[in-house]
């Protein structure tokens, strides 16, 4: 043990001392308000789920029969396992912020399931992906084949085991399950075996595809054991391409995926704290700083059909229905809270305050359920989870989201106590023997108050939100006025020995206020304090809408009818100085009109609403503003930008958008010789020797493939075949006018009728050319 700690001690020589520690969730209780409903919901989710089902994956790839099938959806199409590393997590966070003693008994049954598919495995692995044993074996002898999504045709394997590896870590953290902590150890030591071979360049590679929070992972495991080589092993699985600009300050995060993203970035904070690597402290501070500031929404989300878009036009966000993702935001959280314990910045408490309310809390279903994307898009609405079809990244992370709401309400600094967030709820600081209760129901109402159980001596350090103008926060210790210091985006001090009953009183006024799209476009958003509002704009015949996903590859999108923009409703005035046109409606809190504001939806009736209390409807949250001169010429250039394209959507039965990662995976991408990339704004596929996707045709409708190519690309020579038949010989030329070009292959009635609604579309290059670039992908009526 003295030798682990030296060796701990070594790897931390020269890093910085974090300034502030969160609380342990076991240490934070919350009380009667949204988030404890919320807590509650995720509680009932999490039991209607089938442990059994989950391991079934962790059992069949060790040889061992399950007790139960597999669930569908992502966990039977080549994730399988992910959901069960996101449930073991969930259920230690639970147990940890409830006490509930049902997760804590299907936690430790969990865990005693996994170490028996371990123990089978006989080297440490533990992992569902089909067919891994193998395919792992391939890779520690050098054979590797990366790309953004899969590592030689497995989809994200590290990504999946990611899951794992997190789970078995929350396990011991917050349940302690040592059984867990030494299963962890194991896999992380097969890892060590696996990669040892491979040279850095091949480490790189293989960071091509998403790989979640390894390096995290890893460098938590080198704390745990004090040992260095799993550091080490950490640095190797840093990807390179990524922190270096941002180490330098440069944004090049255009076109990639988002989420992708993220959890290498915690892992740069991670290992800085670590180490004092100030490279890797400055890369995770720039690329908050980037996302927060230049590629974050209204309400604290980011990206658009999981991609960051240009920074500098938010038009996809509108014209798109795959808004911000939740995975996202869950990272983004992450990532600020380790921030914030490095430097109690307020920013970093406005936007965890902003994205925990506007996103993560608005994104499950009171009734319970999911959502993955949350659409900008005015006129759109979301669709929810089931607990036995949808399986998505953002269901693993959901049941976890919701089970930490108490993770960054308040911490502390020495005898410092920060109060970060207006949450009801309850804090036991056992190492100062102090509890405090915080009373609130904002924000519904603009206050709250702190009552001290236990006394001590500390600092109350109490946030100065960054939404409430300079000198209009005031505190009350007792009933006497505090004199305050702190400007917004700071901290309230208060300095003395507490006593039993001590009261606190803070005054949080709260204010409407509009927020432009950060592309300065001609879109805003209404917020009151914190809290985005936003309208239900149901529309006629909306009657039928299925806000349920079922469990198809793509059911996670709100695959509805898209409404028109010229449909939305839009806010018309002389000019945008109209905010005390917002009237509170009586005996409906957070509710505001705005009569002779709104055009379109309800019209002055129509009511803006807590986002994340906008369930099951089309909705408007971002709206653009008009003059009542200049609103029909609005409508109408709305109108016709959009006709082409919708007319297009109606009839397209199927897509794909080459090289993005959901889509493809959603249409059983496979490949051989393939790359994907971005030029002059589009993204690419191609392949030195073939690709493919599956494509869906269920009524037997499609007459057309339309295939997207780029002028740039003449010269290459591909087949297209469908269901294994020729459909074209393809020679690229340079003919076009256009950077980007469409063509229509006809597809002939038998091999439509022959394909019973299934379509495999592959692209085989000829000999000494390259099948590709494809930009675009339509099955159409």
């Not at 049954?109 to 996994?114: I, M, P, Q, R, S």
């Not at 060590?192 to 998403?210: F, G, I, K, N, V």
């Not at 996302?291 to 980011?302: F, K, L, P, Q, W």
């Amino acid at each position: 043990m003295k030798t682990r700690l030296a060796a701990l001690a070594l790897l931390v020589t020269g890093a910085w001392a974090q300034a502030a520690e969160l609380f342990p969730l076991a240490d934070v209780r919350l009380k009667p308000g949204p988030f404890l409903d919320a807590q509650t919901t995720d509680l009932n989710y999490m039991m209607a789920m089938e442990p059994d089902r989950l391991l079934a994956p962790f059992l069949r790839e060790a040889g061992l029969a399950p007790r139960q099938p597999a669930y569908g959806n992502w966990e039977s199409t080549g994730l399988d396992g992910h959901m069960g590393g996101h449930y073991l997590s969930a259920l230690a966070l639970m147990h940890a912020a409830t006490g509930d003693p049902e997760t804590l008994r299907r936690l430790n049954h969990f865990v005693a399931e996994l170490k028996r598919a371990q123990a089978a495995n006989g080297d440490g692995y533990l992992g569902g992906i089909p067919g891994g044993r193998q395919a792992w074996r391939d890779v520690a002898a050098g054979k590797l084949e990366a790309d953004n999504f899969s590592i030689n045709g497995k989809w994200v394997p590290w990504y999946n085991l990611h899951k794992v590896y997190a789970g078995l870590r929350d396990a011991w953290r917050h349940a302690g399950n040592e059984d867990a902590r030494r299963m962890l150890i194991d896999l992380s030591d097969w890892a060590l075996r696996l990669t040892a071979r491979l040279s850095d360049e091949q480490m790189q590679q293989m960071l091509r595809s998403e790989h979640g929070g390894m390096n995290e992972i890893l460098a938590d495991v080198a704390q745990m054991t004090g040992e260095r080589k799993y550091l080490d092993l950490a640095l190797r699985f840093s990807h390179q391409a990524v922190l270096q600009p941002l180490a330098k300050g440069e944004d090049k995060l255009t076109g990639l995926h988002a989420n992708t993203q993220i959890p290498k970035v915690i892992g740069f904070k991670r290992i800085a704290d670590m180490t004092g690597r100030q490279d890797l402290d400055a890369a995770a501070a720039f690329f908050w700083q980037t996302v927060v500031e230049r590629r974050s929404v209204a309400i604290g989300g980011n990206s658009v059909k999981e991609h960051f878009h240009d920074d500098k036009d938010f038009g996809s966000m509108i014209n798109e229905v795959e808004g911000p993702e939740t995975c996202n935001t869950y990272n983004m959280l992450k990532l600020t809270g380790m921030l914030f314990q490095s430097q109690q910045k307020g920013s970093y408490g406005d936007y965890y305050e902003r994205a925990l309310y506007n996103h993560i809390l608005s994104s499950q279903r009171p009734g319970g359920g999911f959502v993955y994307f949350t659409p900008m898009r005015p006129n759109h609405y979301r669709v929810y989870s089931q607990v036995d079809k949808g399986m998505w990244c953002c269901v693993g992370s959901g049941i976890e989201s919701h089970a930490k709401y108490g993770e960054f309400i308040y911490a502390h600094e020495g005898d410092a106590l920060f109060v970060n967030l207006f949450i009801p709820s309850t804090l036991h600081w056992k190492a100062k023997g102090v509890r405090i209760t915080q009373s609130t129901r904002f924000p519904d109402q603009g206050s709250t108050r702190l009552t001290v159980d236990a006394p001590g001596k500390f600092a109350l350090k109490i946030r100065y939100p960054g939404w409430v103008a300079a000198g209009k926060l005031t505190v009350k210790v007792n009933g006497r006025a505090v004199k305050i210091d702190a400007q917004p985006g700071g901290y309230v001090s208060i300095a003395r020995a507490w006593r039993r009953g001590d009261v606190v009183d803070v005054q949080l006024p709260m204010t409407t206020r509009l927020e432009q799209m950060p592309d300065r476009s001609n879109y805003y958003a209404v917020l009151h304090g914190p809290i985005v509002l936003a309208a239900k704009t149901r529309l006629f015949g909306d009657e039928g809408l299925n806000f349920l996903a079922d469990a198809s590859r793509m059911g996670h999108i709100a695959q509805g009818p898209v409404c028109p923009l010229e449909s939305a409703p839009m806010l018309v005035s002389d000019s945008l100085t109209f905010l005390r046109r917002f009237k509170p409606v009586k005996g409906k809190a957070l509710t505001f009109t705005a009569p002779g504001l709104v055009h379109g939806a309800a019209g002055p009736a129509t009511e803006f609403i807590p986002f994340f209390r906008l369930h099951d409807s089309r909705y408007t949250m971002y709206w653009q503003h008009s003059t009542p001169g200049k609103l029909q010429a609005m409508l109408a250039q709305n109108a016709e930008g959009e006709a082409e394209r919708l007319a297009l959507d109606a009839r397209t039965i199927d897509k794909v958008a080459p090289g993005e990662q959901q889509p493809e995976s959603d249409h059983f991408f496979k490949g051989e010789g393939s790359a994907t990339g971005i030029s002059k704004g589009g993204r690419w596929r191609h392949a030195s020797k073939w690709f493919s996707y599956e494509l869906n045709d269920p009524k037997g409708e499609a007459k057309l493939l339309r295939l997207t190519f780029a002028r740039a690309d003449a010269g290459r020579k591909f087949d297209i075949l469908v269901n294994g038949q020729l459909l074209a010989k393809v020679a690229l030329d340079a003919a076009s006018a256009q950077e980007f070009y469409a063509v229509d292959y006809p597809i002939p009635d038998a091999m439509r009728q022959a394909a019973s609604g299934k379509l495999s579309v592959r692209f085989v290059a000829a000999e000494g050319s390259i099948a590709g670039g494809l930009y675009g992908l339509r099955l159409l009526r």
